[in-house]
């Protein structure tokens, strides 16, 4: 998902904007606002973490049921990307931006904005939800009460597009006038609420290693539970945003029309991008329908004598979830902060600003997601025993959490990568892009169908990080185009001492692993969840000491970029 800009096209309307944005933090307001939205990320993706484990203790990482819970409940996160995420994540940014510039501070532009966002997101969740059985049959490989169970969830989950919508649009409204907090803590809500239904899934239904849930026991009771507690866990994620919107007394009303708004201009860049989702995300469709083949398999494995378990659909989530785990915490939260000096500077017609910004996020955010690969890597075990409800499900976790890891700094990479795009307002390159990648994802997806079920989604794993090596490769050439030289050789340079530190780290944190009984079946670290949390603190401390020790022997100035908020809130609490 990227927007680029072409050397031909121009990077603004040809007034230049004043520096003084105050939707553009520098340095120091760039730290500290990447600093409150990491918090919250981190907070939200530790919740997240807690919200997994209970879920895989409820219904399981390779039961009967879990597969289908999962592939309906991410319908709607990845058709609301597919048809208008990358409308309200990308594009309005730069256009809120400049419609803040104006006498009323916007407030006209983003009242018809909001307005338009309520009725095409409304009208737009009625027909999907209404298509539920369609869209089932069409993204799944499920038949029987397989099929009928996971449509029954999707019901159930679908109307979370809407909220995703408004809950998108409204973030990016406070993020264009600076207020970055509230769009990154929302999610501790929605997880809190999330908690509180699996709690009670638990407690009234029983685990998946008791009860061994199935399509064929299961309840509408259950169904409310664990859908419905999931769907509420968004509307409030929603809900919570309504009041620092109202803090920043705009003024905002419902207000029909589009002339003289500016909302035209609007949507012809979102007209482009919406075909360059449908493409990027219409890939996730087919990963996901490859991905139930494997779970289609299941039921007859697991009766054969002894069981054979297998990863499904539900394990290839939980190791996705993890993986993306450094890039949500720092990737995401400085490239948000950045995303607007990036737009600023495109709207300034400062390409050097552009270009310094770009290679000081890529080399800044490599110290976080360099050691977090190391770390998934080193303590795969440990993390898979966190999600799963035996020894050999947890092995099956960790076995795709390691494959995914690798291609973790290449995910934030690339993101970061294509705010760039987006800052420039250029929807074209970006949809070239995306076609190149789906082509090369299609492939890797359909190649990794064609193995036995067992190796279906460890392939499919695979095909994940070859993918995002190869994006950034691609946009790597696409952007060197627009902008020129960005230096990133200074950015290999930097990301090869922060792989060495990041080896370095991890022969430690193995040899930590060993001493815990890691390679071993019946080994200490394999026996509970609490001895996993265990391993995974101590050696989590030890790795991330020998990777600051390195970073500071190989003299990765980076380094200071984390440090430095972190020292200053110290002294002011302390003060």
Known sequence: MSDTNTASTPLADGTPAPRADPSAPRSGSTARASAIMAAGTL????????????????????????????????????????LAGGVFNAVLVPQIIRASRQPDRGADYVSRLLTLAVVALLVLTVLVTIAAPIIVEVTTSFTGARLTLTTVFAYWCLPQIFFYGIYAVTGQILNANGSFGPYMWAPVANNIVSIGFLLAFIALMGTEQVERHSPDSWTGEQTLLLAGGTTLGIIVQAAVLIVPLKRLNLGLRPKFGLRGSGLGRTG?????TIVTMLVGNGLYLVN???????????????????????????????????????????????????????????????????????????????????????????FAGPLGVLFSESPEVAAINGVIIAILAVGAPFLSANFFLNRVFYASEDV??????????????????????MFDPRLIVPMLALAYSLGNVIAVLVSHVFLTRVIGSYGAGHV??????????????????????????????????????????????MGGTVMAAVYLLMLRLLRVTELQDFVAPLFARFRRSTG
């Open 492 to 537: 290999f340079d930097v990301h090869v001492r922060l792989i060495v530190a990041g080896i370095a780290a991890a022969l430690v944190g193995t040899v930590l692993c060993w001493g815990f009984g890691g390679y071993s079946d019946t080994g200490f670290l394999w026996q509970s969840r609490l001895n996993a949390v265990v391993v995974l603190a």
């Open 288 to 378: 996901l329908r490859i991905a139930t083949i494997a779970s289609d398999a299941r039921p007859a494995l697991l009766a054969q004598d002894p069981p054979v378990e297998i990863a499904g659909s539900t394990n290839l989530e939980f190791g996705t979830m993890l993986y993306q785990l450094p890039h949500a915490v720092i990737a995401l939260s400085l490239a948000t902060v950045m995303f607007n000096q990036l737009s600023s500077a495109h709207a300034d017609n400062d390409l050097p600003a552009v270009r310094a910004t770009l290679s000081h996020g890529l080399r800044t955010i490599g110290v976080a997601t360099v050691f977090g690969a190391a770390a998934l890597l080193t």
């Open 43 to 82: 907070a939200s993706r530790l919740l997240g973490l807690v919200r997994v484990a209970l879920l895989a203790t409820a219904i399981g990482a390779a039961g009967q049921v879990s597969d289908l819970f999962t592939s309906a409940n991410n319908l709607p996160n990845f058709l609301y990307l597919m």
């Open 428 to 449: 074209k390159t970006p949809l070239k892009i995306q076609l190149i990648l789906s082509v090369v994802g299609v492939t890797l997806a359909l190649a990794a169908g």
């Open 268 to 272: 012809k860049l979102a007209s482009v």
